[in-house]
Nanobody, 120 residues
Framework: QVQLRESGGGLVQAGGSLRLSCVAS????????MGWYRQAPGKQRELVAS???????NYADVVKGRFTISRDNAKNIVYLQMNSLKPDDSAVYYC??????????????WGQGTQVTVSS
């Protein structure tokens, strides 16, 4: 069974940096897409960044130029380097992995989330 485990969240001052990591275990397949979503209190979960297995990345406009997503396909790990953090970046960050093939169709997997808090 696929499990995603995030790490790297915490409390940081505005302008600081954090690096999130997410390890996918329980599967040897390379996920088509891996990414990060976030959800702040009272708001909907939103896409932060995603990256395909071929390393093509997509970012939300509000994080472009500040966040960088990367992945290690061999180890099924996805990273999110967050620089120049702002209080508005405070949220629970969730790791996501998508598998698409003839066996499962499309399957979405989620981590438990890691809290990121940016103080002003």
């Amino acid at each position: 069974q696929v499990q995603l485990r995030e790490s790297g969240g915490g409390l940081v001052q505005a302008g600081g940096s954090l690096r999130l990591s997410c390890v996918a275990s329980g599967s040897t397949i390379t996920f088509n897409t891996m990414g990060w979503y976030r959800q702040a209190p009272g708001k909907q979960r939103e896409l932060v960044a995603s990256i395909r297995s071929g390393s093509s990345a997509n970012y939300a406009d509000v994080v472009k130029g500040r966040f960088t997503i990367s992945r290690d396909n061999a180890k099924n790990i996805v990273y999110l380097q967050m620089n120049s953090l702002k209080p508005d970046d405070s949220a629970v960050y969730y790791c996501n992995a998508v598998r698409q093939d003839a066996y499962v169709g499309t399957a979405n997997y989620w981590g438990q989330g890691t809290q990121v808090t940016v103080s002003s």
